[in-house]
């Protein structure tokens, strides 16, 4: 099944640190770019941080100098490292790539990975 999964949520304390992988399955080939996106509860899905074809970085105010994207050592993974972590973070995080299966080029979207953080 040609798939995108998110992972490495879970729930830590204020200050805490977690890793966020998004893995293509081997029968995508996908583009260098990556976006995450969370959606805490009761809010619309916002735009955390991206990397784009050319290494580039973006990342929103509330999380410069708090979060990374990284490339893992194998192609098809891609990491958001989240340091520093507050209570607002907390939110379903998803990411999305255009990854090309066969001759289809499609944005594919992981299921999403819950990030709670306590105070």
């Known amino acids: 099944q040609a798939q995108l999964v998110a992972s490495g949520g879970g729930s830590v304390q204020s200050g805490g640190s977690l890793r966020l992988s998004c893995t293509a399955s081997?029968?995508?080939?996908?583009?260098?770019?990556v976006t995450w996106y969370r959606q805490a509860p009761g809010k619309e899905r916002e735009f955390v941080s991206g990397?784009?074809?050319?290494?580039?970085?973006r990342y929103i105010d509330a999380v410069k100098g708090r979060f990374t994207i990284s490339q893992g050592d194998e192609k098809n993974t891609v990491y958001l490292q989240m340091n520093s972590l507050i209570p607002e973070d907390t939110a379903m995080y998803y990411c999305?790539?255009?990854?090309?299966?066969?001759?289809?080029?499609?944005?594919?979207w992981g299921q999403g990975t819950q990030v709670t953080v306590s105070s």
């Open positions: 999305m790539r255009r990854c090309q299966r066969g001759s289809v080029s499609s944005n594919y």
């Open positions: 081997r029968n995508l080939v996908c583009v260098h770019a």
């Open positions: 990397r784009e074809d050319d290494g580039r970085t």
